[in-house]
C-alpha cells in the first residue's frame, strides 16, 4: 500500500535544490564545504498574488515492511516547528532544529537537528556550512517517528547523509538540502527494524528564540 499526500510546491522545491546542487563541487565527499554555497536572502515572488512558501520539505519513508509514504509539508509561518536561536545554549550560541507532528495520514514525527550553527570555544559549531555529512551520533540527525516505533540516524548501524546545500546563521537566511539513508529503530531490543527515508528540504531561518 503506498500513501501520498499532496502538496503542489514539490516541483518548486526540487528546482530550487537542483540549482543550488548546480553550483557545488561533483566531486565533494562527507563534510567536503564545497556543496554549496551560504545564502541571505530568499527567493523573491514574481507575482504577488502566487503564494509562495519559505519553508517546506518532502520526504518518502520505506517501513520495514517495503511500503512508502510520502510527506509533502508547508511549514511556512509555522512558529513551533523551528527551535533557532539559544534557547538550550549559552548567550551567543545558536541551535537550529525542526521538528514537524503530523496527524493525517498518520500520527508521525519528523525531527531535523542540525545542532549549533554558531558557536563559541566551549561549544563548537556541530553544522559549519554547506557539505555532505555522513550520519552518525552529532548533529546533524534525523529522526522520524511512525506506529510508536522511533528511528534515528545516530543509532548504530545507521548508513546515509545529510546534504547541506545552502547555510545560514541569521533570520531570513536560506537553509536547505536533501536527506537519503536508513535509519535505525531507536530500541535496547537485539533486533532492530529499520526505516528507509530519502528527501529535501527548504527552511527560512525564523526570528530567533
Known sequence: M???TCNPYRTLLILSLVAVLGCGSTGSTDNDASVGTDSSTGTDATNSEVY???SYYSLTITLPHGDEMVFERDLTGDTTAFSFGSTHYPQGVIGFAINDIMYNPDYAEMELNFGIIQGSPDYPV???GPAKYGFSADPPSFKFSIDNVTYRSSVE???GKIIVA???N???QIFSGMVEGTLVQDTTNELKEELGITGSFYFTLPPTQ
Do not use: D, F, H, L
Request: proline share 17%; charged share 10%.
Open 52 to 54: 509562495t512558501p519559505n
Open 2 to 4: 503506498k500513501t501520498r
Open 157 to 159: 548501524g545507521a548508513t
Open 166 to 168: 545552502n547555510w545560514g
Open 126 to 128: 556541530q553544522t559549519p
Open 170 to 172: 541569521s533570520p531570513g
